[in-house]
T-cell receptor, first 113, second 112 residues
Framework: NAGVTQTPKFQVLKTGQSMTLQCAQDMNHEYMSWYRQDPGMGLRLIHYSVGAGITDQGEVPNGYNVSRSTTEDFPLRLLSAAPSQTSVYFC????????????FGPGTRLTVT | KQEVTQIPAALSVPEGENLVLNCSFTDSAIYNLQWFRQDPGKGLTSLLLIQSSQREQTSGRLNASLDKSSGRSTLYIAASQPGDSATYLCAASNFGNEKLTFGTGTRLTIIP
């Protein structure tokens, strides 16, 4: 199993551009989440999904969209990038109720100029 | 709203010492608490998960405890090694496993 994979590893955007961060898992996990990590602030939840077709907002959802059309994939879309979205983004998955351990991808480092 | 705190932010200890990392949380109605390790520029690796019904979990030289009444968890590392140098994060879940609230981490340096 590859586990949780994320692409790209690094990305530089100009203010106002849009892009999609990709996340995929091959463990048939029900739950998937997106977090951002900023210095001094820890990881904060952006959006999460408890199964295909079901998504919900986390702590810092503004400026981001998600969808979950398959169990495997959970892309994160930046609609109009802003410098405040410069961060490291992590995708995570977990099997579901009764097996709550979360598995994280390697991260995407995004810089918005 | 759950808040998670980790103090100190950084810790340096000589190789071979036993050490304790601290994690405190404000809402005792947690579902589980998870400890992670993060190496520089890398993702998070799960170390131990403690369910709300448990008081501790062990894996090799690591032991994590959970005291819901006091709002505290500790990660005990025995016989520390330079390879243990990393940032250690704790995270609490109150609503099942789809939402984790993270602490800001403790950066651990083991001095050879």
């Amino acid at each position: 199993n590859a586990g949780v994979t994320q692409t790209p590893k690094f990305q530089v955007l100009k203010t106002g551009q849009s892009m999609t961060l990709q996340c995929a898992q091959d463990m048939n996990h029900e739950y998937m989440s997106w977090y951002r990590q900023d210095p001094g602030m820890g990881l904060r939840l952006i959006h999460y999904s408890v199964g295909a077709g079901i998504t919900d907002q986390g702590e810092v959802p503004n400026g981001y969209n998600v969808s979950r059309s398959t169990t495997e994939d959970f892309p994160l879309r930046l609609l109009s990038a802003a410098p405040s979205q410069t961060s490291v983004y992590f995708c995570a998955s977990s099997p579901g109720q009764g097996s709550p351990e979360q598995y994280f991808g390697p991260g995407t480092r995004l810089t918005v100029t | 709203k759950q808040e998670v705190t980790q103090i100190p932010a950084a810790l340096s200890v000589p190789e071979g010492e036993n050490l304790v990392l601290n994690c405190s949380f404000t809402d005792s109605a947690i579902y589980n608490l998870q400890w992670f390790r993060q190496d520089p520029g890398k993702g998070l690796t799960s170390l131990l998960l403690i369910q709300s019904s448990q008081r501790e979990q062990t894996s090799g030289r690591l032991n994590a405890s959970l005291d819901k009444s006091s709002g505290r968890s500790t990660l005990y590392i025995a016989a520390s090694q330079p390879g243990d140098s990393a940032t250690y994060l704790c995270a609490a879940s109150n609503f099942g496993n789809e939402k984790l609230t993270f602490g800001t981490g403790t950066r651990l340096t083991i001095i050879p």
